[in-house]
Structures are given as structure tokens and as C-alpha cells.
């Protein structure tokens, strides 16, 4: 019996365009002749062993493009970490079901658990094509300009603190926003996008690029208050000290961990309502709010980018076509040089991806180390997509005072 049949699932943290990227593949497996029947792996990798399965081949092409249009991981997601005996009942289910093609949509853990399970496929000397198909809010991806997801998530960050902008500006304090990414500052950097007129918020950024000193904190803040009588402030999520250890772990009695061993740093509200406090107290401001955006930012229906929706229905695409041409690797999206903005997918063999992070370059963050730079801002408008709202404040025409 040949080993046609397509498998394809999800891992890791859901996104806002990751369906996209599984409709993608569904339907370029569809007009493949070397494709059979197309499965989905329920919750990742815990599904194959599981032979959890759905057939994606009776799904119709209205249904799969409503689907692609909806956020998070319409197959559920997992974040199991694959050991040699997981690897192995992966493969016993993978062989039964005469699966010859596997695609992975995910991160940065996600492409390992592929590295790992194609070494496995190799030592069985079992014929298995394995594609990542990349994805990730952090953007942490290597050899990527970019990461599908990621473009949505930062499009909702722009807008939030344009928001609590507006908010704080108009009922003045301070307020502290926390926001994913772990150890990259992409999506908090994304914050700045919000920012259209002179004196706009987010008045701070803190990366984990850079080091976080308290005193240069309170210091920073105090100086934005004194001259507007407000401050807003934009706080990855992982933000670490002088020996690199993250501030949000030292909040915390008991560390927790995935079976990647990735720290959970904003699983609660501890780091913005630490810093809130810290604010109060030692700079006597009284009106101060923390919140801490979380999974807000993954799967929000309204803040969907057309662009990132576009990429990565061809990131799953492109992942299929490579799997036609006999290839494994991670598909990666390319930036051409030029004003335009314009990209490209090639392939990278797994090892080069998996389980490697990506920062910001120095030449994204100013050199105060709490803003942005122009190059970060010609970077990231692109991605954003169509449509994004710019606010507008009254003329400052005053009425002369009578009683005075």
C-alpha cells in the first residue's frame, strides 16, 4: 500500500492566522497527485499517538476557508516534548495509517519536536517527508524576517496602547502594560505603532534586549509624569536583571515550566503589579494601573491582519509544495531588499531552526534603551496590514477666562 496520505497539525501556542497556514496545506494537498487522504492530528503530537485523527479530506473548501478565516488552532494544540519513546509511538501510529507526509505548524519548540521525530524516521528507516510551517506572536523564529502570527498579535498591541493612551491621557496616572514575547522584544516594541502624534503613548519600552535596572525605571517614569502629568508604559514580559535572570521569576515561589523546559513568565499579573506598586510607593503617584495583555493578543478576532493572513496561507503552500519536491525542512519567509516591501519562502534545513531563538537587533532599539528606533517602525508597518486606525485630538482653541 503506498504511503500517500498527509498528516498535518498544530503545536504550541494558538495565533490569529494559523489556520490559514493548515487550510494551505489541506488544499495544495488536494491538487497534489502525490498526496492521498489528508489527516489532522488533534492537539499535535499527543493526537498521532492517540490516532486521533480527522479526515480533512471531506471537509468542504467553503467549510476549511471559513475555518482559515478563524483564530486559534482549529485542531487544539499541545506543548508535549518528545522523548525516543514518544517519537516511537508517534511513528508505530504514523506507519499504520501509511502517513508519508508530516507538516507542523508552530514555534520554535514545535520545529524541534520535528527535528527529533524526522531523526527517529530515519533511524526506523521509515519514509517520512517532514515540513515545519512556521509560526509564533514572539517572532523569535531564526532565519525568518518575520513569523505568521506575529503581524496580528503586534497589530493588537498597537491598537490597545493607542488606546490606554488615549485612556491615561484623558484621566491622567501611569499605566504599565505587560505583553508576551519571552526573551524577544518584538511584540512589545510593536507598541510604538500606536503612537501617530507628538507626546503619544507608549512613553517607555522595556525590552529584554536590555537590561532592567529599578532605579533607572523609577527615574524614567518620573521624568515622563513631571512633563506631561502622565506616562504609559509598554513591559515585555521578559524582562530580565543584571545576571539575566527574568524579573518575573524572582515574583514567584514556585517556578513553572512546560516540558521544554520554557519558563512561565506572564502566567499571572505579578510583574506588572509589582512595578505598579513600585511606582506608587517610591514615586507617591496615586493613580497607577497594571494589566497584563496575555492571550489577548494571540487569537483576536477584530485585529486580524490581511497581510499576515495572506503569508501565512502560503507559508502552508509552500510547505507542501517543498514536501512534492521530496524535501524536508522548515519553511521560512525571506525579506527582498528594496523599498517595497516584498518577500519570498525558502526552505532551511531543521536543524538550522529548531529550538533556536531570535532577538531585536540593536539597530531596532534606540539608544536610551526604552524607545524604538525609525528602522523598527520601517519594518514592522508592513506586516500590520490595511486599515489601521490613526486618532486625532481637538485644536487647542481656548476660551479666554472672564473671572480671572
Do not use: W
Request: net charge positive; charged share 25%.
Amino acid at each position: 500500500m503506498p504511503r500517500d496520505k498527509v498528516l498535518v497539525a498544530q503545536g504550541g501556542g494558538p495565533t490569529a492566522v494559523i489556520n490559514q497556514s493548515l487550510v494551505g496545506v489541506v488544499l495544495e494537498a488536494r491538487k497534489s497527485k502525490n498526496a492521498g487522504r489528508v489527516y489532522g492530528a488533534f492537539h499535535g503530537i499527543r493526537g498521532i499517538v492517540d490516532e486521533d485523527f480527522a479526515n480533512l479530506s471531506q471537509e468542504s473548501e467553503t467549510n476549511l476557508e471559513k475555518v482559515a478565516a478563524t483564530p486559534s488552532s482549529a485542531l487544539g494544540s499541545t506543548r508535549d516534548k518528545p522523548d525516543e519513546k514518544y517519537c516511537r509511538d508517534i511513528l508505530a501510529s504514523i506507519q499504520a495509517h501509511d502517513i508519508g507526509q508530516f507538516f507542523y505548524i508552530g514555534g520554535n519548540d514545535s520545529s524541534d519536536t520535528l527535528r527529533i521525530l524526522s531523526k527517529q524516521a530515519r533511524k526506523e528507516r521509515y519514509p517520512l517527508r517532514c515540513v515545519h510551517v512556521p509560526k509564533t506572536v514572539d517572532n523569535d523564529l531564526v532565519l525568518n524576517d518575520h513569523t505568521p502570527g506575529y503581524p496580528s498579535a503586534a497589530r493588537f498591541v498597537a491598537g490597545a496602547f493607542t488606546g490606554v493612551s488615549l485612556d491615561v491621557r484623558a484621566i491622567p496616572g501611569v499605566y504599565v502594560g505587560v505583553v508576551m514575547g519571552r526573551h524577544a522584544g518584538f511584540l512589545t516594541a510593536a507598541s510604538a505603532l500606536g503612537r501617530h502624534h507628538e507626546n503619544d503613548g507608549p512613553h517607555l519600552i522595556y525590552l529584554p534586549e536590555r537590561t532592567f535596572n529599578m532605579q533607572a525605571f523609577l527615574r524614567d517614569v518620573k521624568l515622563v509624569y513631571e512633563r506631561l502629568g502622565h506616562c504609559v508604559i509598554a513591559v515585555s514580559e521578559g524582562i530580565h536583571d543584571g545576571r539575566g535572570v527574568t524579573i518575573a521569576t524572582k515574583l514567584s515561589d514556585k517556578v513553572e515550566r512546560d516540558a521544554h523546559g520554557n519558563v512561565q513568565l506572564s502566567g499571572s499579573g505579578a510583574l506588572g503589579d509589582m512595578l505598579a506598586k513600585s511606582i506608587k510607593d517610591s514615586l507617591g503617584i496615586k493613580r497607577v494601573r497594571a494589566d497584563t495583555l496575555g492571550y489577548l493578543q494571540r487569537s483576536f478576532l477584530e485585529c486580524v491582519s490581511d497581510v499576515d493572513q495572506r503569508e501565512a496561507r502560503r507559508a502552508g503552500v509552500m510547505a507542501m509544495r517543498f514536501a512534492a519536491q521530496g524535501k524536508d525542512g522548515s519553511v521560512t519567509i525571506r525579506r527582498k531588499p528594496g523599498e517595497t516591501y516584498r518577500i519570498e519562502y525558502k526552505l532551511a534545513r531543521l536543524a538550522s531552526v529548531a529550538g533556536k531563538t531570535r532577538s531585536m537587533q540593536t539597530s531596532l532599539i534606540a539608544r536610551n534603551g526604552t524607545d524604538i528606533t525609525p528602522a523598527f517602525r520601517q519594518y514592522l508597518r508592513p506586516l500590520l496590514g490595511s486599515h489601521m486606525p490613526v486618532h486625532k485630538y481637538l485644536s487647542d482653541k481656548r476660551v479666554k477666562k472672564i473671572l480671572d
